[in-house]
């Protein structure tokens, strides 16, 4: 149902709904909602609830009807949700009589049949028709008669149709006021998704699809138990922390994972082939398929209830209440089969090129860091814009940091999809990789997308592939050194 003087502006949107993170889209869905159950008289039944896929919350849907009450107070919302349960009630036992008529348990009542009086009334007026039926069997039926039957015929359903209007122009006018009361308490989509294209003549429209949300499935007890658990914030109010307790403890948590990596990096030695668990498999494939392993395994028991807590606290990046350990272990977590896809794909054709690269030691370190730096740089980037309903999970940081150092260290290579060579450079396609990032952060983000931990993987993976070929050069460079020494002392000799 409109919302009276048009929708509302993205400013209007913040102020009613107290700078919360509400869109334009959703804070005017919410006050067409609202503004329809207090016009229809559905507030009694519904009040405040949405169905659980909208993610309206309460909290939500009560400054919107606060809102709507303030444009037009002047409304007896007890005679309209009276009129409501009434049209309800009959609607509901319409459907129960129909409900037993189709499975044969109930019977209309025949109608009556005429009493003594009735019936010689009824006699009466067949002889004035034209004497009693004897007499109509012997004369037949006149001419008259019959185009005055036929004449009476149709102006009955003349009123018939008439009345029929009237029905459906009354239905109409209480659905432009009201709304239709099948549509399940004002829950419908906005008509901002039936547009579909513009052209000279005007706006070209289609009907949406078809659209249900069918009745929320209720756990168990047990398990509702583990969801409220799992909820480390229990009101929708952010905690009252400063900038520097959200991201200095992060901080401090990535310094000593940069360094462990380092570590790594320096002194990891390969086990001999017969102390390796999967001997016959190249040590890049089999780094590839433990790390696989680990992933899958955190996929899996993401589904288990007791984890639940766990994995909101060390497995998720939530930049309201954010603990320090998240930003590495929410490189560990993916909600759905098709995030986790995504993420293996890449790893597997650019992480194979780079362990052979480095080895099992440097590439783990690559991995790691990029996915902490990664989660850090979108721990920082919302914490600073006051995104504090968003969170943040998955393994991007850690696979763009892998091919970031990938193309770097082979910057002249190409690039191989499914044993297809693509005709780029490696670090064409990273440059273009990263570049789409930047565009799609600054001018069209991406709902459900990482940009900032996407970026500060990339940067992550790009520096140590920098500080590698540095340290190659190094390398190559005392080599001639040493040959140029040894060869003047042969010289000399």
């Keep these: 149902m409109p919302i009276p003087a048009g929708e509302r502006s993205q400013a209007d949107i913040n102020e009613i709904f107290d700078a919360e993170d ?22 009694i039944d519904t009040g405040l609830d949405f169905p659980r896929e909208s993610g309206v919350s309460r909290a939500q849907a009560l400054r919107g009807l606060l809102y709507v009450r303030s444009l037009i107070p002047d409304v007896d919302e007890a005679a309209l949700g009276a009129l409501w349960a009434e049209e309800e009630s009959k609607k509901a036992a319409k459907e129960i009589q129909d409900r037993a008529v189709k499975l044969g348990i109930y019977k209309p009542l025949p109608e009556e049949e005429a009493s003594g009086e009735e019936q010689e009334y009824i006699e009466e007026a067949e002889e004035e028709k034209q004497g009693t039926e004897y007499g109509r069997e012997k004369s037949g039926r006149s001419v008259f008669q019959t185009v005055r039957e036929a004449n009476e015929a149709r102006a009955k359903r003349e009123q018939a149709e008439k009345v029929a ?7 109409a006018a209480i659905h432009r006021t009201r709304g239709p009361l099948e549509l399940g308490a004002g829950v419908q989509p906005t008509a901002n998704h039936l547009v579909v294209a513009r052209d000279d003549q005007g706006v070209a429209i289609h009907q949406p699809t078809k659209k249900a949300w069918l009745q929320p499935y209720e756990r168990k007890a047990w398990v509702k138990q583990y969801e409220e658990d799992a909820q480390i914030l229990k009101t929708e109010k952010a905690p009252e922390l400063s900038t520097s307790r959200r991201l200095v403890p992060p901080f401090l948590f990535l310094l000593a994972i940069l360094a462990g990596c380092f570590y790594l990096h320096e002194n990891y030695t390969p086990p001999p082939k017969s102390a390796r668990l999967m001997p016959d498999s190249p040590p890049s494939a089999a780094t590839l398929w433990a790390l696989t392993g680990v992933l899958v395994a955190g996929f899996v028991l993401n589904r288990v209830p007791p984890l639940w807590r766990t994995y909101s606290k060390y497995l998720t990046i939530v930049p309201a209440y954010p603990w320090a350990v998240s930003i590495l272990g929410a490189g560990f977590r993916h909600d759905t089969l098709r ?25 783990l370190a690559i991995y790691l860091a990029s996915g902490t730096v990664g989660g850090y740089a979108s721990l920082a980037t919302n914490v600073l814009r006051k995104n504090w309903a968003s969170y943040i999970f998955g393994s991007s940081g850690a696979v763009f940091g892998v091919v970031a150092a990938s193309c770097l260290l082979r910057p002249n290579g190409t690039v191989k999809v499914a044993g297809y060579e693509v005709p780029i450079s490696a670090w064409v396609f990273l440059a ?9 952060a600054r001018f069209m983000p991406m709902k459900g997308v990482d940009h900032p931990g996407h970026l500060g993987g990339i940067a992550a993976g790009a520096a140590m592939a920098m500080y590698l070929r540095m340290k190659a050069r190094e390398r190559e460079e005392l080599k001639q050194d040493v040959k140029i020494e040894d060869g003047e002392e042969i010289v000399g000799s």
């Design 22 to 43: 509400v869109d334009v889209d959703t804070g005017n869905y919410i006050l067409s909602v609202m503004h329809w159950r207090r016009m229809s008289g559905a507030l």
């Design 339 to 363: 995030h986790l896809v995504v993420n293996l794909v890449p790893l597997w054709l650019f992480g194979l090129l780079l362990h052979e690269d480095v080895g099992r030691g440097t590439f």
């Design 165 to 171: 209007a009237e029905l459906r122009e009354e239905t």
């Design 432 to 440: 273009f990789a990263a570049t789409a990032e930047v565009v799609s």
